[in-house]
């Protein structure tokens, strides 16, 4: 069983040459897609006649590239409710609530959301496996865009790597940096005496965060925070949270790199996780060509976090 075929019919241009430059030019598709669809039945024909990628096309050909239907049976379907933004035969954009890890780990089986995802799609009789394009931390909730063939995994991958992909976080920061706006180039690697942290370190891999001081918020006993907005150029494992906190400003509720004991007991109590939240992603859809972005408002958690930090500022105005 094949998901709907991509079709390319040949023009002039493209007469002459074989199937695999008129694919690769026509709908970018990788070698690794190639050398995956070719050993199926149907999965790569000219005018409905299977065919090797070396094959000659003449204009008017039809291509079809034909992908067979895969589900990820190592993933056991949980019914949960999901905040699904987005979704059509193509891909799924879900709205990930803090506390839950995106794809099961050793030792979490169950409750992720790829658990929740695979029971959705058999609920609504959709053979598809789980590919998701980028992951967000346990703690941090917002936007997760889950491709649902290769072809389109392939095709939003690559414009991930090519910077194409819009993402805008949102944060709340101990502390207001010195800079309202600014540039945090710093390279990030393992910590060599815990390598479950990250740290910035001049050997590290290339890290690189745009920041934007929304608001700021002064009070609570004389101490200041920030609600600031942030864009990823690369995406290293926690880079928000250790560029924030190598600027000097941590996030609110983070138990890995915020400040420890000297936090606001009341600010992390509120917020109960690290304050970070994937507000907006944007992209151009791999099958329509159309640049689609999507926003997720403010979880309960952030936004009484806020009412609190407004409230401190409101009661030093008094």
Request: proline share 6%; net charge negative.
């Amino acid at each position: 069983m094949y998901y709907p075929p991509l079709t390319v019919e040949v023009t002039v241009e493209d007469a002459g040459k074989d199937v695999r430059k008129v694919l690769e030019r026509r709908l970018g598709v990788s070698r690794k897609l190639l050398s995956q669809v070719k050993l199926t039945e149907h999965g790569l024909t000219v005018n409905e006649q299977r065919v090797y990628t070396t094959a000659k096309v003449a204009a008017g050909d039809v291509i079809r590239l034909r992908m067979e239907r895969e589900e990820s049976d190592d993933i056991l379907p949980q019914p949960m409710p999901l905040d699904i933004v987005y979704e059509d035969e193509h891909l799924l954009i879900v709205n990930k609530p803090a506390g839950m890890i995106v794809h099961p780990t050793h030792g979490h089986y169950t409750g992720t959301l790829a658990n929740g995802v695979v029971h959705h799609w058999r609920e609504k009789g959709e053979k598809v496996r789980f590919r998701p394009i980028h992951r967000l931390d346990e703690e941090t909730s917002g936007l997760v865009a889950i491709a649902k063939t290769g072809y389109v995994h392939q095709q939003l991958s690559e414009q991930l790597q090519a910077g194409q992909v819009t993402k805008l976080y949102r944060a709340y920061v101990y502390g207001v940096p010195a800079q309202l706006e600014g540039v945090v180039n710093e390279p990030i690697d393992r910590d060599k005496e815990q390598p479950h942290l990250r740290v910035v370190t001049p050997d590290g891999y290339p890290s690189v965060t745009k920041y934007e001081v929304i608001d700021s918020f002064e009070g609570a006993g004389g101490k200041c925070a920030a609600s600031v907005k942030l864009k990823l150029e690369t995406g290293r494992t926690h880079q928000i949270r250790v560029h924030m906190k190598h600027i000097g400003s941590p996030l609110i509720g983070d138990k890995m790199y915020g400040p420890g004991e000297s936090g606001e007991a009341a600010w992390e109590a509120a917020v109960g996780r690290q304050a970070l939240h994937a507000e907006t992603l944007g992209f151009t859809h791999p099958m329509t060509k159309t640049r689609m972005e999507w926003v997720a408002a403010l979880p309960p958690e952030l936004e009484e976090l806020e009412r609190l930090l407004r409230g401190g500022l409101e009661k030093e105005q008094q």
